[in-house]
């Protein structure tokens, strides 16, 4: 089982990116995935969150300017982040609720990579 982020990159100020965090592997269902961001010197913070019902949250800073979103499929899910600011740069990390298996089936949380997102201003 992996999530797989990517879409981050240099981008001006008010300038948009989307990243991806897609799940592969014995994916049964994803219950909920959230986008976290680390910046230099800096606490990890949420910013996004869907849940299987497809409910969403955002961080304040984020609200307006941030989607999250899932393909129909509900293996991939998509931050789509408009209006970018300097103080949005960060390394960016999708974390997955999933449950996962085979015959046995368990659920627990998986990380994908960071994606570097660097805003110019």
């Known amino acids: 089982v992996q999530l797989q982020a990517s879409g981050g990159g240099l981008v001006q100020a008010g300038g948009s990116l989307r990243l991806s965090c897609a799940a592969s592997?014995?994916?049964?269902?994803?219950?909920?995935v959230k986008w976290y961001r680390q910046a230099a010197q800096k606490q990890r913070e949420m910013v996004a969150r869907i849940f299987r019902d497809g409910s969403t949250w955002y961080e304040d800073s984020v609200k307006g300017r941030f989607t999250i979103s899932r393909d129909n499929a509900g293996n991939t899910v998509y931050l789509r982040m408009n209006s970018l600011k300097p103080e949005d740069t960060a390394v960016y990390l999708c974390?997955?609720?999933?449950?996962?298996?085979?015959?046995?089936?368990?659920?627990?949380?998986?990380w994908g990579q960071g994606t570097q997102v660097t805003v110019s201003s």
């Open positions: 974390n997955g609720d999933l449950t996962v298996g085979q015959a046995l089936l368990r659920r627990s949380d998986y």
């Open positions: 592997g014995n994916v049964i269902r994803i219950n909920a």
